[in-house]
Protein backbone atom coordinates (compact mmCIF):
# COMPACT_ATOMS: atom_id res chain seq x y z
CA UNK A 1 0.00 0.00 0.00
CA UNK A 2 1.75 3.40 -1.28
CA UNK A 3 0.63 5.94 1.88
CA UNK A 4 3.41 9.20 1.99
CA UNK A 5 3.48 11.22 5.76
CA UNK A 6 4.77 14.60 4.93
CA UNK A 7 6.43 16.44 8.33
CA UNK A 8 7.39 20.32 7.04
CA UNK A 9 5.80 21.55 9.56
CA UNK A 10 5.02 25.57 9.27
CA UNK A 11 6.33 27.40 11.97
CA UNK A 12 4.08 27.63 14.74
CA UNK A 13 4.82 31.26 15.93
CA UNK A 14 4.52 32.21 12.75
CA UNK A 15 0.56 31.59 12.50
CA UNK A 16 -1.60 34.68 12.53
CA UNK A 17 -3.92 32.91 15.12
CA UNK A 18 -1.11 32.17 17.57
CA UNK A 19 -1.50 35.43 19.50
CA UNK A 20 -4.72 36.31 17.94
CA UNK A 21 -7.06 37.15 20.73
CA UNK A 22 -10.25 36.28 18.45
CA UNK A 23 -9.29 32.91 18.85
CA UNK A 24 -10.97 30.73 21.95
CA UNK A 25 -6.91 29.51 23.47
CA UNK A 26 -9.22 26.30 24.38
CA UNK A 27 -11.14 25.91 20.85
CA UNK A 28 -7.83 23.06 19.63
CA UNK A 29 -7.79 21.57 22.61
CA UNK A 30 -11.79 20.46 22.25
CA UNK A 31 -10.90 19.07 18.93
CA UNK A 32 -8.82 16.49 20.33
CA UNK A 33 -7.31 14.10 17.87
CA UNK A 34 -9.22 13.87 14.92
CA UNK A 35 -8.61 11.71 11.61
CA UNK A 36 -10.32 12.65 8.16
CA UNK A 37 -10.48 11.61 4.63
CA UNK A 38 -10.84 12.85 1.40
CA UNK A 39 -12.01 10.52 -1.41
CA UNK A 40 -13.85 10.60 -4.80
CA UNK A 41 -12.90 11.15 -8.60
CA UNK A 42 -9.75 12.43 -10.26
CA UNK A 43 -10.51 16.67 -10.54
CA UNK A 44 -13.17 17.02 -8.15
CA UNK A 45 -10.80 19.52 -5.98
CA UNK A 46 -10.00 16.93 -3.02
CA UNK A 47 -6.31 18.18 -2.27
CA UNK A 48 -8.14 21.66 -2.54
CA UNK A 49 -10.99 20.93 -0.01
CA UNK A 50 -8.52 19.79 2.10
CA UNK A 51 -6.08 22.40 2.21
CA UNK A 52 -9.16 24.68 2.54
CA UNK A 53 -11.00 22.85 5.58
CA UNK A 54 -7.88 23.04 7.51
CA UNK A 55 -5.62 25.91 6.42
CA UNK A 56 -8.51 28.63 6.88
CA UNK A 57 -9.59 26.84 10.41
CA UNK A 58 -8.33 29.49 13.02
CA UNK A 59 -7.21 26.71 15.91
CA UNK A 60 -4.38 25.50 13.16
CA UNK A 61 -1.91 26.77 14.88
CA UNK A 62 0.83 24.67 12.23
CA UNK A 63 0.16 22.24 9.43
CA UNK A 64 2.00 20.36 6.71
CA UNK A 65 0.53 21.50 3.66
CA UNK A 66 3.63 22.96 1.03
CA UNK A 67 3.26 26.80 0.69
CA UNK A 68 1.06 26.93 -2.40
CA UNK A 69 1.74 28.69 -5.56
CA UNK A 70 -1.27 31.61 -5.71
CA UNK A 71 -0.57 32.01 -9.84
CA UNK A 72 -0.99 28.52 -10.09
CA UNK A 73 -4.83 27.32 -9.96
CA UNK A 74 -3.68 23.10 -9.98
CA UNK A 75 -2.98 20.91 -7.54
CA UNK A 76 -0.48 18.18 -8.82
CA UNK A 77 -2.39 15.15 -9.15
CA UNK A 78 -2.38 12.46 -5.87
CA UNK A 79 -1.38 9.25 -7.06
CA UNK A 80 -0.70 7.68 -3.38
CA UNK A 81 -2.45 7.99 0.11
CA UNK A 82 -0.65 10.97 1.82
CA UNK A 83 -1.66 11.82 5.43
CA UNK A 84 -1.56 15.67 6.55
CA UNK A 85 -0.62 16.94 9.75
CA UNK A 86 -2.05 19.78 11.44
CA UNK A 87 -2.14 20.50 14.77
CA UNK A 88 -4.96 22.99 16.68
CA UNK A 89 -3.22 22.36 20.12
CA UNK A 90 0.15 21.63 22.00
CA UNK A 91 1.55 18.94 23.87
CA UNK A 92 4.54 17.35 26.35
CA UNK A 93 6.49 15.33 23.63
CA UNK A 94 6.08 11.76 25.26
CA UNK A 95 8.65 10.22 23.22
CA UNK A 96 10.94 13.00 25.43
CA UNK A 97 10.13 13.17 28.95
CA UNK A 98 13.25 15.62 29.63
CA UNK A 99 12.10 18.08 27.60
CA UNK A 100 10.64 21.16 29.32
CA UNK A 101 8.66 22.67 26.19
CA UNK A 102 5.53 21.61 24.26
CA UNK A 103 5.34 20.69 20.71
CA UNK A 104 2.70 20.58 18.46
CA UNK A 105 0.19 17.95 18.56
CA UNK A 106 -0.28 17.22 15.16
CA UNK A 107 -3.37 15.90 16.30
CA UNK A 108 -5.75 16.62 12.96
CA UNK A 109 -4.99 14.29 10.29
CA UNK A 110 -6.35 14.64 6.72
CA UNK A 111 -5.85 11.53 4.23
CA UNK A 112 -5.87 12.84 0.76
CA UNK A 113 -6.58 10.02 -1.74
CA UNK A 114 -5.69 9.49 -5.52
CA UNK A 115 -8.88 9.69 -7.40
CA UNK A 116 -11.02 6.77 -9.01
CA UNK A 117 -10.83 7.83 -12.67
CA UNK A 118 -6.48 8.13 -12.27
CA UNK A 119 -6.54 4.53 -13.45
CA UNK A 120 -7.81 2.04 -15.87
CA UNK A 121 -9.91 -0.03 -13.01
CA UNK A 122 -10.98 2.03 -10.65
CA UNK A 123 -11.38 -0.76 -7.88
CA UNK A 124 -7.25 -0.75 -7.51
CA UNK A 125 -8.01 2.59 -5.80
CA UNK A 126 -10.94 1.38 -3.77
CA UNK A 127 -9.07 -1.46 -3.05
CA UNK A 128 -6.05 1.15 -1.86
CA UNK A 129 -8.20 2.98 0.03
CA UNK A 130 -10.16 0.44 1.88
CA UNK A 131 -7.09 -1.17 2.73
CA UNK A 132 -5.49 1.18 4.91
CA UNK A 133 -8.66 1.99 6.81
CA UNK A 134 -8.95 -1.77 7.49
CA UNK A 135 -5.47 -1.72 8.46
CA UNK A 136 -6.55 0.67 11.45
CA UNK A 137 -8.77 -1.76 12.61
CA UNK A 138 -6.88 -4.60 12.57
CA UNK A 139 -3.85 -2.74 14.57
CA UNK A 140 -6.48 -1.86 17.12
CA UNK A 141 -8.32 -5.52 17.45
CA UNK A 142 -4.24 -6.90 17.55
CA UNK A 143 -3.88 -4.26 20.76
CA UNK A 144 -6.87 -5.60 22.65
CA UNK A 145 -5.64 -9.02 24.60
CA UNK A 146 -7.35 -12.13 23.14
CA UNK A 147 -7.18 -13.70 26.46
CA UNK A 148 -9.62 -11.07 28.03
CA UNK A 149 -13.19 -10.16 27.65
CA UNK A 150 -14.18 -6.77 26.38
CA UNK A 151 -17.74 -5.77 26.40
CA UNK A 152 -19.12 -3.39 23.79
CA UNK A 153 -19.71 -0.87 26.31
CA UNK A 154 -15.89 -0.72 27.96
CA UNK A 155 -14.70 -0.39 24.38
CA UNK A 156 -16.86 2.30 23.45
CA UNK A 157 -15.98 4.06 26.90
CA UNK A 158 -11.86 3.66 25.93
CA UNK A 159 -12.04 4.45 22.27
CA UNK A 160 -14.48 7.39 22.36
CA UNK A 161 -12.14 9.76 22.93
CA UNK A 162 -10.15 12.88 21.65
CA UNK A 163 -6.69 11.81 23.10
CA UNK A 164 -5.50 9.40 20.06
CA UNK A 165 -7.18 6.08 21.23
CA UNK A 166 -6.97 4.79 17.56
CA UNK A 167 -5.99 5.93 14.26
CA UNK A 168 -9.89 5.34 12.38
CA UNK A 169 -10.71 7.43 10.10
CA UNK A 170 -13.87 9.15 11.86
CA UNK A 171 -15.21 11.13 8.87
CA UNK A 172 -14.73 10.69 4.63
CA UNK A 173 -15.70 13.65 2.84
CA UNK A 174 -16.57 12.30 -0.90
CA UNK A 175 -16.97 14.70 -3.17
CA UNK A 176 -18.95 14.87 -6.20
CA UNK A 177 -19.70 17.69 -8.95
CA UNK A 178 -22.61 18.41 -10.56
CA UNK A 179 -23.95 14.74 -11.09
CA UNK A 180 -24.13 11.60 -8.65
CA UNK A 181 -22.30 8.87 -10.83
CA UNK A 182 -23.27 5.03 -10.10
CA UNK A 183 -19.64 4.44 -8.63
CA UNK A 184 -20.01 7.10 -6.13
CA UNK A 185 -22.55 5.22 -5.28
CA UNK A 186 -20.81 2.25 -4.84
CA UNK A 187 -17.93 3.53 -3.26
CA UNK A 188 -20.25 5.34 -0.58
CA UNK A 189 -21.61 2.29 -0.11
CA UNK A 190 -17.74 0.16 0.81
CA UNK A 191 -16.44 2.87 2.78
CA UNK A 192 -19.68 3.88 4.98
CA UNK A 193 -19.11 0.53 6.41
CA UNK A 194 -16.14 1.52 8.05
CA UNK A 195 -15.84 5.14 7.97
CA UNK A 196 -18.79 8.17 8.57
CA UNK A 197 -19.18 9.12 5.14
CA UNK A 198 -20.31 12.94 4.85
CA UNK A 199 -20.96 13.65 0.67
CA UNK A 200 -19.96 17.14 -0.14
CA UNK A 201 -21.22 19.00 -3.66
CA UNK A 202 -18.19 21.06 -4.22
CA UNK A 203 -17.06 23.21 -7.08
CA UNK A 204 -20.70 25.21 -6.59
CA UNK A 205 -19.47 28.57 -7.45
CA UNK A 206 -19.73 27.01 -10.90
CA UNK A 207 -23.23 26.43 -10.27
CA UNK A 208 -26.70 28.41 -9.57
CA UNK A 209 -27.98 28.15 -6.22
CA UNK A 210 -31.21 25.86 -8.01
CA UNK A 211 -28.77 23.40 -9.67
CA UNK A 212 -27.19 22.47 -6.28
CA UNK A 213 -30.49 22.12 -4.59
CA UNK A 214 -31.78 19.90 -7.51
CA UNK A 215 -28.43 18.18 -6.60
CA UNK A 216 -28.79 17.48 -3.29
CA UNK A 217 -32.20 16.48 -3.35
CA UNK A 218 -31.29 13.48 -6.11
CA UNK A 219 -28.31 12.19 -3.91
CA UNK A 220 -30.22 11.91 -1.02
CA UNK A 221 -33.34 10.26 -2.74
CA UNK A 222 -30.64 7.88 -4.58
CA UNK A 223 -28.35 7.00 -1.60
CA UNK A 224 -31.89 6.27 0.51
CA UNK A 225 -33.23 4.02 -2.30
CA UNK A 226 -29.63 1.96 -2.81
CA UNK A 227 -29.61 1.95 1.19
CA UNK A 228 -26.22 3.68 1.56
CA UNK A 229 -25.62 4.42 4.86
CA UNK A 230 -24.34 8.06 5.81
CA UNK A 231 -23.73 10.06 8.10
CA UNK A 232 -26.77 12.49 8.79
CA UNK A 233 -25.90 14.28 11.73
CA UNK A 234 -28.21 12.57 13.66
CA UNK A 235 -31.08 14.13 10.91
CA UNK A 236 -33.60 11.70 9.30
CA UNK A 237 -33.77 10.87 5.31
CA UNK A 238 -37.12 12.28 5.19
CA UNK A 239 -36.35 15.47 7.09
CA UNK A 240 -32.83 16.29 4.97
CA UNK A 241 -34.96 16.00 1.87
CA UNK A 242 -37.52 18.32 2.78
CA UNK A 243 -34.34 20.60 4.38
CA UNK A 244 -32.88 20.30 0.72
CA UNK A 245 -35.94 20.95 -1.08
CA UNK A 246 -36.16 24.48 0.91
CA UNK A 247 -32.74 25.39 0.06
CA UNK A 248 -32.53 25.13 4.46
CA UNK A 249 -28.06 24.52 5.41
CA UNK A 250 -27.50 22.02 7.96
CA UNK A 251 -27.08 18.50 7.19
CA UNK A 252 -25.50 16.60 4.12
CA UNK A 253 -24.91 16.72 1.35
CA UNK A 254 -23.26 19.96 1.70
CA UNK A 255 -22.26 22.47 -0.65
CA UNK A 256 -18.58 23.86 -0.75
CA UNK A 257 -17.25 26.26 -2.84
CA UNK A 258 -13.42 25.39 -4.38
CA UNK A 259 -12.52 29.40 -4.70
CA UNK A 260 -11.71 31.70 -2.53
CA UNK A 261 -14.45 34.92 -2.69
CA UNK A 262 -13.23 37.26 -4.70
CA UNK A 263 -14.72 41.34 -4.39
CA UNK A 264 -17.52 42.60 -6.94
CA UNK A 265 -16.06 43.93 -10.16
CA UNK A 266 -17.63 46.93 -11.97
CA UNK A 267 -16.75 44.99 -15.42
CA UNK A 268 -19.66 43.90 -16.43
CA UNK A 269 -18.03 41.04 -18.84
CA UNK A 270 -16.89 39.56 -15.03
CA UNK A 271 -20.20 39.45 -13.77
CA UNK A 272 -21.72 35.75 -13.96
CA UNK A 273 -25.30 35.02 -15.43
CA UNK A 274 -26.26 33.31 -12.42
CA UNK A 275 -26.71 33.48 -8.24
CA UNK A 276 -23.99 30.66 -7.64
CA UNK A 277 -24.90 28.58 -3.94
CA UNK A 278 -24.17 29.75 -1.04
CA UNK A 279 -20.75 27.78 0.49
CA UNK A 280 -21.59 25.46 3.85
CA UNK A 281 -17.93 25.17 4.69
CA UNK A 282 -18.07 27.12 7.91
CA UNK A 283 -21.24 25.46 8.75
CA UNK A 284 -19.71 21.87 7.84
CA UNK A 285 -16.38 22.54 10.00
CA UNK A 286 -18.54 23.36 12.81
CA UNK A 287 -20.68 20.54 12.94
CA UNK A 288 -17.85 18.04 12.62
CA UNK A 289 -15.11 19.70 14.73
CA UNK A 290 -17.60 21.03 17.69
CA UNK A 291 -21.03 20.33 17.83
CA UNK A 292 -21.09 17.01 16.82
CA UNK A 293 -17.70 15.39 17.31
CA UNK A 294 -18.70 13.59 20.36
CA UNK A 295 -21.45 11.42 18.16
CA UNK A 296 -19.08 10.97 14.81
CA UNK A 297 -16.45 9.58 17.74
CA UNK A 298 -19.17 7.02 18.89
CA UNK A 299 -20.38 6.09 15.65
CA UNK A 300 -16.67 5.64 14.51
CA UNK A 301 -16.41 3.17 17.39
CA UNK A 302 -19.48 1.51 16.59
CA UNK A 303 -18.37 0.62 12.86
CA UNK A 304 -15.30 -0.70 14.57
CA UNK A 305 -17.18 -2.92 17.27
CA UNK A 306 -19.57 -4.04 14.18
CA UNK A 307 -16.70 -4.96 12.40
CA UNK A 308 -14.17 -6.63 15.02
CA UNK A 309 -17.98 -8.25 16.22
CA UNK A 310 -18.05 -10.21 12.38
CA UNK A 311 -14.07 -10.29 12.74
CA UNK A 312 -13.97 -12.71 15.77
CA UNK A 313 -17.38 -14.86 14.57
CA UNK A 314 -15.23 -15.92 11.28
CA UNK A 315 -12.27 -16.79 13.41
CA UNK A 316 -14.05 -18.96 15.64
CA UNK A 317 -16.09 -20.32 12.34
CA UNK A 318 -13.12 -20.83 11.18
CA UNK A 319 -11.24 -23.01 13.90
CA UNK A 320 -11.48 -26.94 13.32
CA UNK A 321 -14.23 -28.39 15.49
CA UNK A 322 -14.07 -31.91 17.14
CA UNK A 323 -15.57 -34.46 15.42
CA UNK A 324 -18.28 -36.77 16.70
CA UNK A 325 -17.41 -40.33 17.54
CA UNK A 326 -19.41 -41.67 14.75
CA UNK A 327 -17.07 -39.64 12.07
CA UNK A 328 -13.94 -40.47 13.63
CA UNK A 329 -11.34 -42.57 11.55
CA UNK A 330 -12.19 -46.24 12.10
CA UNK A 331 -8.66 -47.03 13.74
CA UNK A 332 -9.39 -43.77 16.41
CA UNK A 333 -13.02 -45.63 17.40
CA UNK A 334 -11.40 -49.11 17.61
CA UNK A 335 -9.10 -47.24 20.18
CA UNK A 336 -11.65 -45.58 21.84
CA UNK A 337 -13.97 -48.67 22.34
CA UNK A 338 -10.78 -50.43 23.36
CA UNK A 339 -10.25 -47.73 26.30
CA UNK A 340 -13.71 -48.01 27.47
CA UNK A 341 -13.10 -52.13 27.91
CA UNK A 342 -10.02 -51.81 29.59
CA UNK A 343 -11.18 -49.34 32.40
Known sequence: MMLRHTNNNSNIFDHPSYLSSAVNPFAGQNIGYLRLAVVGDSGVGK??????????????????????????????????????????????????????????????????????????????????????????????????????????????????????AHKFIDVCFYLIVHRLKPIDVEYMRLVSEKANVVPIICKVDTQSEQEVIDLKVHVLKTLREQGVSIYTFRIDYDRLINMAETGQSGGPPFAVSNADTKPASEDKDDHISFTPAQNELPLLRRLVLETQITNIRQFTVKKFINWRGKHLAQQQHQQPQPQPYYQQQPQQAMQHQYQQVTR
Open 47 to 164: TSFARQFTETLPEVLSHDWDPQDETDDDYPRTDALVEKFSSTMMEIPWDNMDADDEVPARNLVFVDTPGYGSVVDAQVNFDLFMSYVGQTFEEKNKRISPFTEVSNNELMRSLVTGVG
